[in-house]
């Protein structure tokens, strides 16, 4: 790192440090700080050597704790050779698109450079997670978890566990990150995952300490997320059933389950008992719906024991037809505060006129003999200019054009048109959108900057006599949904914050390669009230460098 660097740092250190201080003195809520120092390091995982992306020396990265409406600051210091930027996998960004961390919203982090992140986890609870969102980074690691808690004056459906634990599974290839750029580039893919590994470990060292180590009679929290590029994973342990307690800042119904399907891009919480004879025990993470299953195991340790675990390990379940009836039993908590006093049933969104429905069906094909995929028609590629920053100084033209795609599939499946896919929503309208995967893999699918009601799923393709079938009263607020192969997903959800906001397949494959888009949301009142303004250290990049700034939103 430069002196200049060096000095610059030191210098925003202190500035955040007297900006914390003015916020206690204003009454602001708390400060939580980080400072990241990203490298690349060598990590033997499935029996070899290969290049993973480190946080502070560590894989998987640390983890964010915190509370509702914390001030998170995360100082990165990108000591990789190549840009890197990342994003915070449903945290909800309120008025504030700028630090969502993607190619469409924030210039990259250059290397030998640091970047200063800062943003609040606005009445959000529960369990998320982290990674580098440029090129196939998140497939070379550089992830980790976020957690967090209820404000201490908000009840929480059950009582405080023993421990909180993060449980981070994924598939994971063997090929470098940027070999498997490089043979999408050439029209090539790379195939199925070598294997799984949990919390950066393949359970293939015998001298690996145990994940967890717990008592007999207590209960402990794990929070279990899908880091992973491509395969759906069930999750298990041995001799011990489930309580699902939350799912990507809902609380659940708290039903039982022996074993749980945790789709790409997805979060969830149970509460497991220690209660069972004193041992070892082995928790298992398989993948699903794919040839030639792997898997992972990791030991849970009751405290004392000298038991090795039982070799009979619990069987994965078969098929698409109890994953999907386990997605049916899946159950909004109406009792249940989450991050607000009055209960998440006070929010009937069933009730609620639909005033648009959008329709995205995966589109897949070729251009110059190299596979691309899209919605309905577009394949979205990033521009040089990110978009938010092209909108926000009004230089579009060249960059980007509005609504190229439209609502409905087309009805003959043309050529792809590869462009910057950027759609726009009005401001606080409550719209219907429905994923159609005509494909024969599983797709998984995120939408930055809100939670949606997931409202239903079913085979072949969407038609409105669906919409009988659909959950208006406890379907679970989140943010990633899965979309079974040749099948159909609804969501719903109110376009409430302002901003430009990524749509995306959480199959990386398929994003890398332009199924993804962005969700113009303008507040017609241009008012701070509605979104910030660009932050002062935002970097800058393409049409926008040296431009002067826009006139500031008006004050709320």
């Known amino acids: 790192m430069t002196t200049t660097t060096r000095v610059a740092a030191a210098a925003a250190g202190v500035l955040l440090v007297a900006a914390a201080l003015a916020g206690v003195a204003r009454g602001e809520d708390p ?46 210091f990108n000591q990789l050779d190549e840009p890197l930027l990342f994003t915070w996998n449903g945290m909800q960004h309120r008025k504030n698109s700028w630090q969502d961390g993607l190619a469409g919203t924030q210039c990259p982090i250059a290397p030998g450079t640091n970047y200063t992140y800062k943003w609040q986890p606005k009445d959000q609870i529960g369990s998320f997670f982290y990674f580098p969102s440029l090129g196939m980074h998140r497939a070379a690691g550089g992830y980790g978890g976020i957690s967090v808690v209820s404000r201490l004056l908000i009840p929480v459906p059950f009582d405080p566990p023993a421990d909180d634990h993060m449980v981070l599974i994924g598939d994971w290839y063997t090929k470098d990150h940027a070999a498997m750029a490089k043979m999408l580039d050439a029209g090539k893919n790379f195939g199925r995952p070598h294997g799984v590994v949990i919390n950066g470990k393949s359970g293939k060292a015998a001298a690996d300490p145990p994940m967890f180590t717990v008592e007999a009679g207590k209960t402990y929290r794990l929070r279990v997320c899908n880091v992973g590029i491509k395969a759906s994973l069930n999750f298990r342990i041995q001799g011990h059933d489930m309580k699902l307690v939350e799912m990507e800042g809902s609380h659940t119904v708290q ?16 509460l497991v008992d220690a209660d069972q004879k004193p041992g070892d025990y082995y928790a298992v993470a398989s993948t699903r719906f794919i040839h030639e299953a792997k898997s992972v195991s990791a030991v849970i340790r009751y405290s004392g024991s000298s038991t090795p675990p039982s ?63 899209g919605f309905n028609g577009v394949s979205h590629v990033d521009a040089e200019t990110p978009l938010k920053l092209a909108e926000y100084f009004n230089v579009t033209d060249g960059v980007f054009r509005y609504n190229q795609m439209t609502d409905v599939p087309p009805a003959v499946n043309g050529p792809l048109h590869v462009v910057p896919n950027v759609i726009t929503a009005e401001f606080r309208t409550f719209i219907e959108i429905i994923f159609e995967n005509p494909e024969k893999s599983m797709d998984s699918v995120h939408l930055d900057g809100y939670a949606f009601f997931a409202v239903g799923m079913g085979p072949g393709k969407w038609s409105a006599e669906e919409r009988k079938t659909y959950n208006l009263l406890d379907g679970v607020s989140r943010h990633s949904v899965q979309v079974y192969p040749r099948s159909w997903t609804a969501i719903m959800l109110t376009f409430d914050n ?59």
């Open 311 to 373: 070799p009979a390990v619990p069987e994965p379940p078969a098929g698409w037809a109890w994953s999907i009836n386990q997605w049916r039993s899946f159950r909004w908590n109406l009792t249940a505060s989450a991050a607000r006093p009055n209960p998440q049933g006070s929010y009937h969104y069933g009730q609620i006129n639909i005033t648009r429905t959008i329709r995205l069906m995966v589109s897949r094909g070729h251009i110059d003999g190299k596979l691309k995929y």
């Open 31 to 76: 400060y939580v700080f980080f400072e990241w120092k990203v490298t690349y390091g060598t990590k033997t995982l499935l029996d070899a050597p290969q290049k993973v992306i480190l946080i502070n020396g560590e894989f998987p990265g640390p983890r964010i704790n915190c509370s509702s409406n914390n001030n998170i600051v995360v100082n990165v």
């Open 255 to 270: 039903d039982m389950y022996d074993s749980l399907d945790v789709h790409v891009g997805h979060c969830l919480s149970v």
């Open 498 to 556: 302002a901003g430009m906001w990524n749509v995306r397949s959480n199959i990386w494959e398929r994003h890398y390669l332009g199924e993804q888009l962005y969700i113009s949301v303008v507040s017609p009142a241009r008012s701070l009230r509605d979104e910030y303004n660009m932050p002062e250290n935002a970097l800058r990049c393409g049409k926008v460098v040296g431009l002067p700034l826009p006139p500031s939103y008006l004050p709320a």
